[in-house]
């Protein structure tokens, strides 16, 4: 079993910068590539952004290509989500998740998920 826990998000204006946080509790998932999905109201979850176990692989949606940085730093068994340049439309609920085989952009791909953190971004 795996535990997690995103945090960092908030309200920010449009042109900010929030950086999100997944902690891991549990079993270790150093070996595991972990993604971040975000469902805004009345929409389907998206795939974000994923990482690969070894960070040496890294996935982006084409919307936020260029504004959204994905790192890890497994000795501590967090996984960040650097996001600049905001958008009214980035406006979601972020989840983080453990990749369990499959299709990477997938979420029914993913096993284990955290509870989401609120990012919010005014006009």
């Known amino acids: 079993q795996v535990q997690l826990v995103e945090s960092g998000g908030g309200l920010v204006q449009a042109g900010g910068s929030l950086r999100l946080s997944c902690t891991a509790s549990g079993r270790t998932f150093s070996t595991y590539d972990v993604g971040w999905f975000r469902q805004a109201p009345g929409k389907e979850r998206e795939f974000v952004v994923a990482?690969?176990?070894?960070?040496?692989?890294?996935y982006y949606a084409d919307s936020v290509k260029g504004r959204f940085t994905i790192s890890r730093d497994n000795a501590k068994n967090t996984v960040y989500l650097q996001m600049n340049s905001l958008k009214p439309e980035d406006t979601a609920v972020y989840y983080c998740a453990v990749h369990s085989g499959g299709s990477i952009y997938s979420p029914t791909d993913y096993d284990y998920w955290g509870q989401g953190t609120q990012v919010t971004v005014s006009s």
């Open positions: 990482i690969g176990w070894s960070r040496t692989r890294t």
